[in-house]
């Protein structure tokens, strides 16, 4: 019988379906006829088969799984479909959606600096008709309406004088205002807004040019945005670098995190890192050491710095790591729908144990879990962590092969969770944060830019891109609102954290 299981079990490896060549019944007959030794050789490879498909069918089902709520996959991923039974973390606050009592609410108010006032005046009684021209005026009723102006560009004309002195015949010129160069040009406010538009709000080049037409009366050219933007990624150059700096020096825990992205058709990856106060993006071919390295942050730092577990983070042992448990309790809920075992739910019960215990000490001015406490929690933890192992063992190496050898995902898991040091660092100091949080928030614009664009045409796009918006973060979490950052950057006078 030419029955090739390893052929099948390679093309299954290689996720290509190849057609299965099953024994035929002839095949089947001459094997029973062959004795017990040809029909168990026969039964055997048709087993390998099964557990071959077996596996295949098993992962298959887990990427159909795996959603926004039990993986990495973005909330955009999950399409149409009704999403499965809630299994959020969450506990109801028994509170009506809404507002609550006591909350003093906001509105539109009254402005005390009006910029027009428009009279309306009775002339006539709505009752009778009878004429009110000469009429005193009892009071006034007031309303306000909150409306744009019109908008349009205003051109400004600079006249320079030019005078000949009388006494040594030699022409004097008034000298323009400073960034005055151009016979004509746009000032530094609009372009800003251009700037603000395509970097902030990824509106596209055109879609740019076409609002300008519509809300101002006057298009402009693409060059121009390009040029806008590539004039505010010169001016903040130094400052993303002393963004850099601070990242590697300061005391704060860094979130770190990195996402694909498409530069001139090719793979390349966005590293950022980032604190309540800076962020700061770096483009690169590379996803693992060689990106980090050209990043320059974690190769430098000593402190807390808090990643996922991607393995490449975890050559840096100068570093304080730490690793993002918001990932750890999406895997186990995976592991609940995909895997179920014992350990899995009281392992999610465990770690927000630990979380409220510590958000408790934090409310009471604590610096620090009671040291019987944390014994408490440490052997909670490892029990858990060896009951998972005895549930899953490593796999044996099959003869002949080489490399690593593919485990389950709930041992994958199990392998990252042994060490508890950097999975309960938010347990031993406070001062890291349970989840990776604010660093997925940091990252998901990236996401949202190659949404609407796709891909960066340019390597040097992609470097501008970067620029920006590592600045417009930096200065927005330090108070100051994009659009102001982008005008002092055009003005030279770019903001920079203190």
């Not at 006249?159 to 960034?179: H, I, L």
């Amino acid at each position: 019988m030419n029955f090739n299981i390893a052929k099948i079990a390679k093309a299954s490896d290689n996720r290509c379906m190849e057609p299965l060549k099953l024994p035929s019944e002839e095949e089947i007959r001459t094997a029973v006829q062959q004795g017990e030794d040809a029909t168990i050789t026969l039964i055997s490879s048709l087993l390998q088969i099964i557990v071959v498909q077996a596996a295949r069918i098993q992962a298959l089902e887990d990427q159909l799984a795996k959603n926004s709520r039990n993986s990495g996959k973005p909330p955009s991923s999950d399409g149409l479909k009704k999403p499965s039974k809630n299994r959020s973390l969450r506990q109801s606050s028994g509170k009506k959606s809404g507002a609550q009592p006591g909350h003093p609410g906001h509105r539109l108010e009254m402005s005390r600096q009006v910029d027009r006032v428009e009279k309306h005046l009775v002339q006539q009684c709505e009752h009778c008709q009878a004429a009110l021209d000469g009429v005193e005026v009892l009071g006034i009723e007031k309303r306000q309406e909150y409306e744009l102006p019109v908008l349009r560009l205003r051109v400004t004309e600079h006249q320079a004088e030019v005078k000949v002195c009388p006494d040594c015949g030699q022409v004097t010129r008034a000298p323009f205002p400073a960034g005055i160069t151009q016979l004509t040009q746009y000032g530094a406010g609009f372009k800003a807004l251009l700037t603000y538009l395509n970097q902030k709000h990824f509106i596209p080049l055109e879609r740019v040019s076409e609002f300008c037409e519509d809300v101002f009366e006057h298009r402009i050219g693409e060059g121009t945005i390009v040029a806008a933007n590539d004039q505010v990624a010169q001016a903040v150059t130094p400052v993303n670098g002393r963004i850099q700096q601070y990242l590697i020096e300061t005391d704060e825990t860094v979130h770190f995190d990195e996402t694909g992205l498409r530069v001139t058709k090719k793979l390349h990856w966005i590293h950022s890192a980032s604190t309540k106060r800076a962020t700061f993006y770096h483009v690169d071919p590379k996803r693992g050491q060689e990106g980090i390295d050209r990043a320059g942050i974690l190769p430098e730092r000593t402190s807390n710095s808090m990643h996922d577990d991607w393995s490449s983070y975890y050559k840096y042992e100068q570093a304080r790591h730490a690793s993002c448990n918001a990932h750890h309790l999406r895997e186990l809920d995976f592991l609940q729908e995909q895997y179920p075992q014992p350990w899995e739910g009281e392992m999610v019960k465990c770690l927000i144990a630990i979380k409220k215990a510590v958000e408790e000490a934090v409310a009471r001015g604590l610096s620090t879990l009671p040291s019987k406490q944390i014994a408490v929690f440490e052997a909670r933890y490892d029990a858990l962590v060896e009951q998972g192992l005895a549930l899953n063992p490593a796999p044996e190496r099959p003869p002949g092969k080489r490399g690593k050898i593919k485990q389950s995902p709930p041992k994958n898991l199990l392998d990252r969770l042994l060490n508890r040091p950097v999975v309960l660092a938010f347990m031993y100091d406070f001062k890291v944060p349970f989840d990776n949080n604010l660093a997925e928030r940091d990252i998901r614009m990236v996401k949202l830019k190659q949404k609407i664009s796709g891909c960066f045409r340019s390597s040097d796009g992609a470097k501008v891109f970067c620029l920006i918006r590592g600045y417009l973060s930096t200065a927005q979490k330090n108070g100051v609102s994009a659009l102001t950052a982008l005008k002092l950057a055009m003005c030279g006078s770019p903001f920079a954290p203190d």
